[in-house]
């Protein structure tokens, strides 16, 4: 796997071999032609979903021997984001020019006007790709909508769904896709391909342990100073809380920064996933020697359903944030877990 890298600039679908079943599935599928009408490509935010829906493309609509050759017309016009036939459906940039630009989620119409293209002609004749990233981010009715097309498949056009969240999909849009779920990258594969790209070696180390197996999440944070004070704060207020008393005062501390929301649950389960990495004996203490004891006790001998169930409670505040609960109400629950869990580890 460390060797695999030949061109960093340039990935290939052979950049994804680490991911083992799902490569070799692929593969198999990209050689004998025997595609379904729909993917769900899901992992984590930076593991390489857009990266490898762009190569599936390239490979499906390439006119080269060696397929995706890279070089013909097809495959630049994939690679430069502009081939007629494929259509990327990107929340916030409706293809409808009746849709507000910069929506969070996809409305019904875009969704409509987008199945509207699906069923006209292509202009090469052959396949039509239809990428969704983030689709998550439909709103019910589109979701619906792509539903129908997804029952009655048109011959010829293959869907790539994209997902960071395929919880929050319908699960019939799940059942009516076939899965590919891209897992964590070695550590030691994101720390040659970040250095490739010019990252130092210390901030590639800082930036492995904290990237929950995501290569584009590394390069982003090791270029990002905010990050690095996020983890800071989320160190002293998340994982320092010293009593009950503080809950208030750091859930009222956090209660106006909504924006930071995303990133500062993100902060704290990677954070809480080092502490399993720790146990499981895949990653150095020194990943979290500026963690409180309590947390390092946990590390050494904790059963791991305890890890589990703190990155359950991240998962139960993302999931609160769509509910009617206040972001509030939602860190306080969190705060609370984590302090039962980190009272059980003070010597
Ligand atoms: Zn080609």
Redesign the pocket.
């Known amino acids: 796997m460390a060797e695999m890298l030949e061109n960093p600039g340039v990935p290939s679908l052979s950049d994804f071999a680490g991911q083992g079943a799902l490569y070799e599935g692929m593969m198999r599928t990209l050689r004998d032609g025997t595609f379904v009408h729909a993917y769900l490509i899901s992992g984590p935010e930076g593991i390489g979903k857009r990266t490898l829906a762009r190569l599936m493309a390239?490979h499906l609509?390439?006119?080269?021997v060696e397929?995706?050759?890279?070089?013909?017309p097809?495959?630049?016009q994939v690679a430069d984001g502009n081939h007629p036939d494929v259509i990327i459906e990107r929340p916030g940039e409706p293809l409808c020019p009746d849709v507000e630009r910069g929506r969070k989620l996809i409305p019904v119409a875009e969704m409509r006007y987008l199945l509207g293209l699906v069923g006209q002609h292509t202009f090469a004749g052959g396949r039509r790709i239809v990428i969704i990233e983030q689709a998550d981010r439909m709103n019910p009715q589109a979701a619906n909508a792509l539903l129908k097309t997804l029952e009655e498949p048109m011959d010829g056009t293959i869907f790539l769904l994209l997902t960071d969240a395929p919880e929050l999909l319908l699960d019939t849009i799940v059942s009516r896709c076939r899965a590919m779920k891209l897992h964590p990258w070695e550590d030691a594969y994101i720390l040659k391909v970040i250095q490739h790209r010019g990252v130092s070696r210390d901030m590639a180390e800082r930036a492995v342990a904290a990237c929950g197996g995501s290569i584009g999440r590394a390069l982003s944070i090791a270029a990002d100073e905010d990050f690095w004070k996020l983890r800071e704060e989320v160190l002293h207020d998340f994982l320092d809380l010293p009593s009950r008393g503080e809950i208030l005062r750091v859930s009222n501390a956090w209660k106006e920064r909504k924006d930071d929301a995303d990133a500062l649950l993100s902060a704290l389960e990677d954070m809480i996933r080092t502490l399993l990495l720790v146990r499981l004996g895949r990653q150095s203490d020194a990943m979290i020697r500026d963690y409180p004891p309590e947390w390092r006790n946990m590390a050494a001998s904790a059963e791991l359903a305890a890890f589990i169930r703190l990155l359950d409670a991240v998962c139960d505040v993302r999931r609160l944030r769509l509910s009617q609960v206040t972001w509030q109400a939602a860190l306080e629950k969190l705060l609370l877990r984590m302090m039962e869990e980190k009272s059980k580890w003070s010597t």
């Open positions: 390239q609509l390439c006119t080269g397929k995706p050759c890279g070089v013909c097809s495959c630049q």
